[in-house]
T-cell receptor, first 113, second 113 residues
Framework: DTAVSQTPKYLVTQMGNDKSIKCEQN?????MYWYKQDSKKFLKIMFS???????INETVPNRFSPKSPDKAHLNLHINSLELGDSAVYFC????????????FGPGTRLTVL | QKEVEQNSGPLSVPEGAIASLNCTYS??????FFWYRQYSGKSPELIMS????GDKEDGRFTAQLNKASQYVSLLIRDSQPSDSATYLC?????????????FGDGTTLTVKP
């Protein structure tokens, strides 16, 4: 009965590869987010989708592309991975009527070698 | 100037003491204010939200908001070793689902037995 789930939990890959991270929420929320938390623990928003529509698109490289097949799922695809992409990526969701209170998934630790 | 600034920390308090965590924000249009707790290696967890000036209490936690001073704080009474974590202040400009939450860098709290 996990509220926000992500797969995989760990991802180790070589520079130049393409990888995807999947996120699913069973809370019935309308909005989902992707955050990046670097080694200094700074949490920065990357993207936000509301009912499958892209709402927030922060300044991130074009190599990062989110996709929301439905409002319960938000995936993140990363092309041509670089060393600097190594971080923990968190998915989160919120419900429209509750003022942006966000519930986070367990995170995906990406290591690019 | 950072959009959301927190005590640089780390903050260390003895068990049973009051821990005080502070946060200032730069945008006067900010509407929603949150405190998240993040244990090492885990995802952020919402512990308090506050939307109007004054105090909001929930168990041992009290959030205080002063919009005139652009200041929000979190007090933890009777601190326990289990409160040891990084506390993230987040501020949202719009009281809506699509509003972006900007996070501070976090303050690491250690409660010593």
């Amino acid at each position: 009965d996990t509220a926000v789930s992500q797969t995989p939990k760990y991802l180790v890959t070589q520079m130049g590869n393409d990888k995807s991270i999947k996120c699913e929420q069973n809370l019935g929320h309308d909005t989902m987010y992707w955050y990046k938390q670097d080694s200094k623990k700074f949490l920065k928003i990357m993207f936000s989708y509301n009912n499958k529509e892209l709402i927030i698109n922060e300044t991130v490289p074009n190599r990062f592309s989110p996709k929301s097949p439905d409002k319960a799922h938000l995936n993140l695809h990363i092309n041509s991975l670089e060393l600097g992409d190594s971080a923990v990526y968190f998915c989160a969701s919120s419900q429209e009527t509750v003022y942006n209170e966000q519930f986070f998934g367990p995170g995906t630790r990406l290591t690019v070698l | 100037q950072k959009e959301v600034e927190q005590n640089s920390g780390p903050l260390s308090v003895p068990e049973g003491a009051i821990a005080s965590l502070n946060c200032t924000y730069s945008d006067r249009g900010s509407q929603s204010f949150f405190w998240y707790r993040q244990y090492s290696g885990k995802s952020p967890e919402l512990i308090m939200s506050i939307y109007s000036n004054g105090d909001k209490e929930d168990g041992r936690f009290t959030a205080q908001l002063n919009k005139a001073s652009q200041y929000v704080s979190l007090l933890i009474r009777d601190s326990q070793p289990s409160d040891s974590a990084t506390y993230l202040c987040a501020v949202s400009l719009h009281r809506s689902n699509a509003g972006k939450s900007t996070f501070g860098d976090g303050t690491t709290l250690t409660v010593k037995p």
